[in-house]
């Protein structure tokens, strides 16, 4: 069987064994958010930060809800990490945006964080300092959620159906999850070009 066959059945494969129930759970509490006025943060470094700028895009522009990453601005993000540490970027760009209880932060990540081994440090301080201020925690991630599920009000973990292929899978499925959630009808605010075109 080619590579190609055998990548295409693992996707139709963790298609069917996504957690709908957390899928949802997150679009209720992310209607909340909007209805609350609140904002939406999110943070990834990788494929996680690309993503992160262009779900910014759909949900401030589809959703109506206010959205943010710190990877859009590489002046800032580069200063901080110069002057600060790459530990505390994320957690010193919120502290500076006064994330509040109103708010909300989105992680997009392979292994969610984990502070025991050092990796993603800079995530797992950001979501200690978003539960101290008690901000809803949402994430896709990949592996076992890391950091980010443990502590997460929504956290749609990425099934693992082969050990070669975590990262591309969990990174693809980032998009296929944060389109869902702006697409679905108690999200949507705003008609898309291509569907509003006959």
Not at 114 to 143: C, D, H, M, P, T
Request: proline fraction near 2%; glycine fraction near 10%; aromatic fraction near 8%.
């Amino acid at each position: 069987m080619s590579y190609a066959r055998i990548y295409l059945d693992e996707v139709h494969q963790i298609i069917k064994e996504l957690d709908v129930n957390v899928i949802e759970k997150m679009i209720n509490q992310l209607v909340e958010l909007r209805k609350n006025k609140g904002r939406l943060f999110f943070l990834g470094v990788g494929g996680g930060a690309g993503n992160a700028t262009h779900a910014v895009n759909d949900f401030r522009k589809i959703a109506n809800i206010e959205a943010y990453t710190p990877t859009d601005n590489v002046s800032e993000l580069s200063a901080r990490i110069n002057d600060e540490g790459w530990e505390t970027i994320f957690v010193n760009w919120l502290r500076g945006s006064r994330l509040n209880a109103k708010d909300g932060v989105f992680v997009f990540s392979v292994g969610g964080g984990n502070a025991e081994k050092n990796i993603s440090a800079n995530i797992v301080q950001a979501l200690k300092y978003a539960g101290e201020v008690g901000a809803k925690i949402f994430g896709v991630v990949g592996r076992d959620g890391g950091y980010t599920a443990k502590v997460a009000d929504a956290c749609v973990i990425i099934p693992i159906v082969n050990s070669h292929t975590i990262t591309p899978h969990t990174e693809a499925f980032q998009a296929v999850i944060w389109h869902l959630i702006v697409s679905h009808p108690d999200m949507k605010m705003s008609e898309m070009k291509w569907e509003s075109v006959k």
